[in-house]
């Protein structure tokens, strides 16, 4: 079921104050966003900056662009590692 149009898009409170932030160059280098809610969807206000979004193990990394506005941080964060496979092949002697 997905969220009721009238409630509006969840933000966390932390990502709602990042762009006074995020408009010195100074404070991106010293310190690293670190999101822990991936339920929180990406707001306007990240595009261009890097965050690090926490896959319940480590911290991946994330540039916001346009086209990621709107998402949930936790799409781009994957939790799971895929492995493959192979088929054992039995030699000929």
């Keep these: 079921m997905s969220r009721s149009i009238w409630k ?3 933000l966390n409170k932390k990502l709602c ?9 100074s404070y991106l ?10 339920d ?3 707001p306007s206000n990240l ?15 994330l540039f916001i662009s346009r086209d990621k506005i709107g998402y949930k941080f936790g799409q781009f964060s ?9 088929k054992l092949v039995n030699k000929k002697k």
């Excluded at 104050?17 to 160059?25: C, M, W």
């Excluded at 280098?29 to 991936?38: D, G, L, P």
């Excluded at 319940?56 to 990394?61: L, N, V, Y």
């Excluded at 994957?78 to 192979?86: A, E, L």
């Design 40 to 42: 929180a969807t990406i």
């Design 29 to 38: 280098e010293n310190n690293k966003q670190k999101i822990w809610s991936r």
């Design 8 to 10: 509006g898009p969840f």
């Design 47 to 61: 595009i261009g900056s890097i965050v690090f979004v926490h896959n319940g193990k480590e911290f991946k990394k």
């Design 17 to 25: 104050n990042l762009d006074k932030k995020f408009l010195s160059a």
């Design 78 to 86: 994957f939790t799971r590692k895929h492995t493959y496979k192979q």
